[in-house]
């Protein structure tokens, strides 16, 4: 059995090139069928274009242009998920991934997808204080923590609180932030904060992904046997 996913980002998707040229889960385990972006403009565009795959772009900001609503709100985005499943239902995916979709997910994606949207944050969250949001990696390196893990898991309607599929190896915080924390050096703070998180988001997405990808086709196998 191989799953059909859809991958679906923002401005960019971290991990996409991996699985389309490094993942050798990708033929075997599962098929990218399409790339959508919540932006008129992506990164991912042209590396999807590139494979050979569809690329969608369905803008937030055209819709809620369209509405005259502003784009976090709740109440208009399902109607903008509703839009997003109807782009998808001709793929006929089976599994979702999200790569730096920064858009919640909704109701009618969760129901038309139960236990299958998974998504990559760049934070450990299977440690308290969980660190949840755009800015977990900042808010980890203001608060002293000495590495950082990014963490794959499926998505519910509770932001960051979906099983865990998956932990990246740790990322060292450098020994400088010691010293800009005493300085109270925001600025070197944030600066770092974004470095680090680079380098995170650029080396743990990809196999991330493919290991969250993977554990969902095996759980997806299991269960046909079982029921055989």
């Known amino acids: 059995m191989t799953l059909r996913v859809a991958l679906l980002c923002s401005h960019r998707a971290p991990g996409l090139r991996f699985l389309l040229r490094e ?28 494979a050979g795959l569809p690329f969608i772009s369905h803008s937030i900001a055209r819709f809620s242009a369209r509405r005259g609503t502003k784009r976090n709100d709740l109440t208009a985005r399902v109607d903008y998920d509703r839009e997003t499943l109807a782009l998808l239902t001709p793929f006929e995916p089976d599994l979702l ?50 590495e950082t893990r990014a963490t794959a898991h499926l998505v519910t309607e509770r932001l960051d609180e979906g099983p865990i599929l998956g932990l990246s190896e740790p990322f060292p915080v450098s020994p ?43 759980r997806e196998l299991e269960q046909v046997i079982h029921a055989q």
């Open 23 to 50: 993942d050798p889960e990708r033929g075997r385990l599962y098929d990218l069928v399409c790339c959508l972006s919540s932006e008129e403009e992506s990164e991912a565009r042209e590396e999807t274009v590139r």
């Open 176 to 218: 400088l932030v010691r010293d800009a924390l005493s300085w109270g050096a925001t600025d070197i703070l944030k600066a770092y904060a974004y470095a680090h998180q680079e380098w995170m988001i650029r080396s743990a997405f990809g196999p991330l992904l493919s290991d969250a990808i993977a554990s969902v086709a095996v």
């Open 97 to 146: 991934v999200l790569s730096s979709y920064l858009l919640i997910v909704t109701e009618p994606l969760l129901t038309a997808f139960p236990g299958r949207i998974v998504n990559v944050h760049h934070a450990d969250l299977t440690k308290r204080p969980r660190y949840v949001g755009l800015r977990a990696v900042r808010d980890a390196v203001f608060a002293g923590e000495t």
